[in-house]
Nanobody, 127 residues
Framework: QVQLVQSGGGLVQAGESLRLSCAAS????????MGWFRQAPGKEREFVAA????????YYSDVVKGRFAISRDNAKNTVYLQMNSLKPEDTAVYYC????????????????????WGQGTQVTVSS
């Protein structure tokens, strides 16, 4: 049982960077794998990145691989998404999510496999 509170986001120009944070409440943050998703207007929620409980497993969408980096600090109960070389097509509402499991990409990419969600934060990239 966790609550996720996101921060970061905002308006940036193409090529710039932004870091999103997702802070979790509760005593069992380290028991959850964490994911980042995004949703643009008129589109379905899209997987971005996931990180396992111990950070030993990391998986990225091909769309963001090489530009984005997911990390976690269990001591701070926080997961991050560092977004570099941002593109206008990265514009979306970004959500963090938690799942009480460590699995493979087939699991982490699906919205339905996550138990808890942050409130979402807007990222807008101008050209």
């Amino acid at each position: 049982q966790v609550q996720l509170v996101q921060s970061g986001g905002g308006l940036v120009q193409a090529g710039e960077s932004l870091r999103l944070s997702c802070a979790a409440s509760g005593r069992t943050f380290s028991s959850y794998a964490m994911g980042w998703f995004r949703q643009a207007p008129g589109k379905e929620r899209e997987f971005v990145a996931a990180i396992g409980r111990s950070a030993g497993y990391i998986y990225y969408s091909d769309v963001v691989k090489g530009r984005f980096a997911i990390s976690r600090d269990n001591a701070k109960n926080t997961v991050y998404l560092q977004m570099n070389s941002l593109k206008p097509e990265d514009t979306a509402v970004y959500y963090c999510a938690a799942t009480n499991a460590d699995s493979g990409s087939y699991y982490y990419i699906r919205v339905s496999n996550y138990d808890y969600w942050g409130q979402g934060t807007q990222v807008t990239v101008s050209s």
